[in-house]
């Protein structure tokens, strides 16, 4: 069988949660490949609402396996938090979530090396979610990393020696002034609980699967604008957020790749610092931030708003091969005037329509207008109900992107998904 990718095209915050949560009953086996608890996902049903940072989006959804991949790097205390708060609303987990031994851990350290790295960068700070992920990662890349592995031989006399190098760096960035001894204590219990998990050899698992028949969806976490190769460099999360990551982060080859849902807003946000074309500074940004509830998930940060960038979403549909569209928070647009959507960039007084190497500065956008549709979507409940500038709105953004729009999300809930 075909393993489908989904995953964000824009800056993150896309809303890969709900669309995971909607698609997994098609599904028998729901991964992550990448990221760690910097990822915020967010889904809605029954009046409930649940933020998932490690767990994959799937564990809602009957008895689905859900796998965290070795492309995954997990942070033991975090982890623990989220999946007891899980257990207490009534979801078991310990039979279906399988985690990779080969997934890095997220050392109370590495957060503390987050953090002094961002302070030492000065005014080019990133903006990160102070979780840990560029240090363990860092950490990974150059062979230093602890694995989930690790945990089940020798355990305290590795964490010891990774921890003694972490300290080494914090003085040489004069970072001392901390005392982790609790988040320490709640760490180490981290560690025993997820003792209880499968710890898999998933790179075997999911190759297993797919040989047996199942079905596999894979859920992205950041966006593709937050890519460490084709994001907006330097300003960007520490993985690789395209859909090659779910081969790495899972040790699926390339051929299994079936479709590529590229989720997007209808319109766009970024959260930390970094260049962000289409950004809007006046009220009409704060309309959408207003409408939308865009404050981050994990950091409760502001997230910076602005109109849909068409320059940018067909690189991201061109690095991550995009077989479909998923449009969000359409319903965010409905009081809306006029909408723009960036058609191409002017950089230099030169008009391009190709992303280029650099969007750090003297980008400006050129917009396309269109009348909005004045009209309520959230109780819409099939295609035949859109109203016609919402129909146009679509059309449009089909034939500049080049690829199909197959579901339109009017609200947050996972009913108000329309399928096309
Ligand atoms: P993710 O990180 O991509 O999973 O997205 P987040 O959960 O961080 O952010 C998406 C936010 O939008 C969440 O609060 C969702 O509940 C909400 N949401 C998702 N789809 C819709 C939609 O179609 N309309 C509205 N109004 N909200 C939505
Ligand atoms: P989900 O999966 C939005 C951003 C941070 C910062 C940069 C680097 O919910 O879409 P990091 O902590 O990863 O080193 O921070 O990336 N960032 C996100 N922005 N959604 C996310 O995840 C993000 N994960 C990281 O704000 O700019
Ligand atoms: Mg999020």
């Given at each position: 069988m075909k393993v489908d990718v989904l995953l964000g095209l824009q800056w993150g915050d896309e809303g890969k949660g709900k669309v995971v949560d909607v698609l997994t009953p098609r599904y028998d086996v729901v991964a992550r490949f990448q990221g760690g608890p910097n990822a915020g996902h967010t889904l809605e049903f029954e009046g409930q609402k649940y933020v998932l940072r490690s767990i994959p989006s799937g564990i809602f959804q009957g008895d689905k396996v859900n796998i965290i991949g070795n492309g995954v790097v997990l942070a033991p205390d975090l982890f623990m938090d989220e999946a007891k708060d899980l257990e207490k609303s009534g979801h078991e987990l310990k039979s279906r979530l399988h985690i990779s031994k080969k997934a890095h851990l997220i050392m109370p350290t590495h957060r503390l090396l987050d953090a002094a790295y961002e302070a030492a960068k000065g005014k080019n700070k990133v903006g990160t979610t102070g979780k840990g992920i560029g240090p363990t990662y860092t950490d990974k890349i150059s062979r230093n990393g602890l694995r989930v592995g690790d945990i089940l031989e020798n355990f305290e006399e590795k964490y010891a020696a990774h921890k003694a190098r972490h300290e080494e760096m914090l003085r040489a960035l004069n970072y001392t002034d901390y005392d982790i001894t609790e988040v320490e204590r709640h760490w180490m219990e981290g560690i025993e609980y997820m003792k209880q998990f499968p710890l898999v050899d998933s790179e075997h698992e999911v190759n297993n699967l797919l040989k047996q028949g199942k079905t596999m969806l894979c859920e992205g976490a950041q966006g593709t604008m937050l890519d460490v190769d084709f994001g907006s460099y330097p300003f960007v999360t520490s993985s690789n957020t395209i859909c090659a990551g779910a081969c790495t982060g899972l040790g699926l080859g390339p051929n299994k790749i079936g479709d590529v849902f590229g989720i997007i807003k209808a319109y766009c946000t970024r959260v930390g610092a970094g260049p962000f074309?289409?950004?809007?500074?006046d009220e009409t940004g704060d309309k959408i931030r207003a409408i939308g509830h865009e404050y981050g998930a994990v950091t409760g940060r502001e997230r910076r708003c602005g109109w849909i960038d068409l320059v940018a979403l067909k690189y991201a549909i061109m690095v991550n091969g995009v077989t479909k569209l998923i449009m969000m928070k359409s319903d965010v647009l409905d009081s809306f005037e006029t909408i723009k959507a960036c058609v191409a960039y002017k950089q230099n007084g030169n008009v391009i329509d190709f992303f280029p190497y650099d969007i750090n500065e003297g980008i400006e956008p050129v917009y396309v207008e269109m009348p909005g549709w004045n009209q309520d979507l959230t109780k819409v409940t099939s295609e035949a109900e859109f109203p016609k500038a919402f129909k146009d709105y679509i059309a449009f953004l089909e034939e500049q992107l080049e690829t199909p729009i197959a579901i339109v999300s009017v609200g947050p809930d996972r009913e108000q998904t329309i399928e096309r």
């Open positions: 074309p289409t950004e809007l500074f």
